[in-house]
């Protein structure tokens, strides 16, 4: 073989070596949303408010590819869409030389608007059982009257318009409230103890009631 075809043979292995290095080198991006299908992945610089549809879930990319095409300084910004659920955000630096490999949990729009309708529903009771405790008890009926249109099937709504009904001595409707009370939740133990309470007190047979 000559120096000349042996050069040539020893360039093409190195060029060979080279590519392969660079092949398996390439780290990926792996975006799973367990129990979500096809969640919308896009790729954007922190800079650009654009976003660009790169794939769906499952979805598998290299991570070299995504920082060069849209990674503007040094961050890129991935984000995981699906329509009802709240978007999950996650940046990446450039020159990460390391697998991405993000398990996303999507959480629905509905349960995390459900939640803040409960916060908010706890924060307003604590106001009541203020006006309860200063003994603005028309106030106090309000209140928990307008809770009770979003709030119907929580127990502890009638049994606070029992304590107030109790309180302003109008034993008849605060029997009524706790008895509601303990209709919307049986396990209410103190709605039952006020109901078996007032109707011994108003000569009422409790059986069946």
Request: aromatic fraction near 10%; include cysteine.
């Amino acid at each position: 073989m000559s120096k000349v075809s042996r050069t040539v043979k020893v360039i093409l292995l190195l060029l060979l070596l080279v590519f392969c290095v660079d092949v398996f080198a390439d780290e990926k991006v792996i975006i799973k949303t367990p129990g979500i299908e096809k969640a919308i992945i896009y790729a954007r610089s922190n800079f650009d408010k654009k976003k660009n549809k790169i794939g769906e879930t499952p979805y598998q990319g290299s991570l070299k590819n995504l920082l060069q095409r849209f990674a503007q300084v040094n961050v890129l910004v991935i984000d995981v869409e699906k329509k009802g659920y709240e978007t999950q955000s996650f940046v990446i630096m450039k020159g990460a030389d390391y697998d991405v490999n993000l398990k996303v949990k999507l959480k629905s729009l509905y349960e995390i608007g459900r939640v803040q309708k409960i916060d908010l529903m706890i924060s307003q009771l604590f106001k009541i059982q203020g006006m309860i405790r200063s003994q603005k008890f028309d106030e106090a009926i309000r209140k928990l009257e307008e809770l009770e249109k979003d709030f119907g099937n929580f127990s502890i709504i009638p049994e606070l318009q029992g304590i107030v009904l109790y309180m302003k001595k109008d034993i008849e409707k605060a029997l009524g409230s706790f008895r509601k009370s303990f209709a919307i939740n049986p396990k209410n133990a103190d709605a039952y103890k006020m109901k078996i309470y007032l109707e011994k007190k108003l000569g009422i047979d409790t059986v069946g009631n």
